[in-house]
């Protein structure tokens, strides 16, 4: 599986924008992005996902370079609510019933 | 309902107990996950079932035991643990396939200390 490359935390202020960084620099051409966040406490849940374009969602937009070595989850003003471990994971399509492959993601700390 | 649940919350057992976890969720999904969370670090997956067969067993040992009676239930029966199973456990479920993509569904896991 090709692996992903994440600082091991970030911290930002609250209600200003959050850039997190995800290197993958031997995505293959099939390979989606994937992000996930764990809260304290509780499971991963779904953020986004992405193939080449640039994605919105009403939780974060994912910036995908284009040559698609990296991508940028952005979270466009974070709250307080928003600290967790973020997730990049490269997956294949229609991988319905594969597990996914966390990283060390990156814990990002949001400062009231 | 978007919702995996997973009961208990919380539990205390000692090396010779047998205990069992579960996991329901009832959006239909046909493959369902077990993963293992130490303190600190991601989740790594235990078993995976498809169409309720255990699909993926990732090497796990005997002492624990995976179970699927039904598309909605996954159990993971615990036998002989050891301090170092201590753990979050989490279940997890998505479609089967159909999709390009497809969402994995979280429960918030049961938080296991073996003493």
């Known amino acids: 599986d090709a692996k992903t490359t994440q600082p091991n935390s970030m911290e930002s202020n609250e209600e200003e924008p959050v850039h997190l960084p995800c290197n993958h620099s031997?995505?293959?051409?099939?390979?989606?992005i994937h992000w996930y966040r764990q809260l304290p406490s509780q499971g991963p849940e779904y953020v986004i996902h992405?193939?080449?374009s640039n994605v919105n969602n009403r939780m974060a937009s994912l910036a995908i370079a284009e040559d698609r070595k990296s991508s940028t989850l952005i979270l466009h003003r974070a709250t307080l609510r928003d600290a967790a471990v973020y997730y990049c994971?490269?997956?294949?399509?229609?991988?319905?019933?594969?597990?996914?492959?966390f990283g060390k993601g990156t814990r990002l700390s949001v400062i009231a | 309902d978007t919702e995996v649940t997973q009961t208990p919350k919380h539990l205390v057992m000692g090396m010779t107990n047998k205990k069992s976890l579960k996991c329901e969720q009832h959006?239909?999904?046909?493959?369902m996950y077990w993963y293992k969370q130490k303190a600190k670090k991601p989740p790594e997956l235990m078993f995976v079932?498809?169409?309720?067969?255990?699909?993926i067993n990732e090497s796990v040992p005997s002492r624990f035991s995976p179970e699927c009676p039904n598309s909605s239930l996954l159990n993971l029966h615990l036998h002989a643990l050891q301090p170092e199973d201590s753990a979050l456990y989490l279940c997890?479920?998505?479609?089967?396939?159909?999709?390009?993509?497809?969402?994995?569904?979280f429960g918030p896991g049961t938080r296991l200390t073996v003493l």
């Open positions: 997890a479920s998505s479609q089967e396939s159909g999709r390009h993509y497809n969402e994995q569904f």
């Open positions: 031997t995505i293959s051409g099939t390979d989606y």
């Open positions: 992405g193939l080449t």
């Open positions: 994971i490269l997956r294949l399509p229609f991988s319905g019933n594969t597990p996914l492959v």
């Open positions: 959006m239909g999904h046909r493959a």
């Open positions: 079932y498809s169409y309720e067969k255990l699909s």
